[in-house]
């Protein structure tokens, strides 16, 4: 298993608002094969950047 925390920034085309997002995925690796990947976000930072 591998747990990663990654920085994703962006821009909304609607408002033009940055945003910036810190997911953090979670990966499970067999025999060198990817079997699982889970991707967990705090939606908070994108629905302020919308406007909400």
């Known amino acids: 298993m591998v ?3 990654y920085t994703a920034r962006g821009t909304v ?9 810190r997911p ?3 990966i499970r690796v067999r025999d060198g094969q990817v ?4 991707d967990y976000i ?3 930072p994108l629905l302020k950047a919308l406007g909400g």
Do not use: D, K, M
């Open 13 to 21: 085309t609607a408002t033009g608002a940055p945003f910036e997002q």
């Open 24 to 26: 953090v995925a979670v």
């Open 3 to 5: 747990i990663v925390e």
């Open 35 to 38: 079997v699982s990947y889970r």
């Open 42 to 44: 705090n939606p908070l």
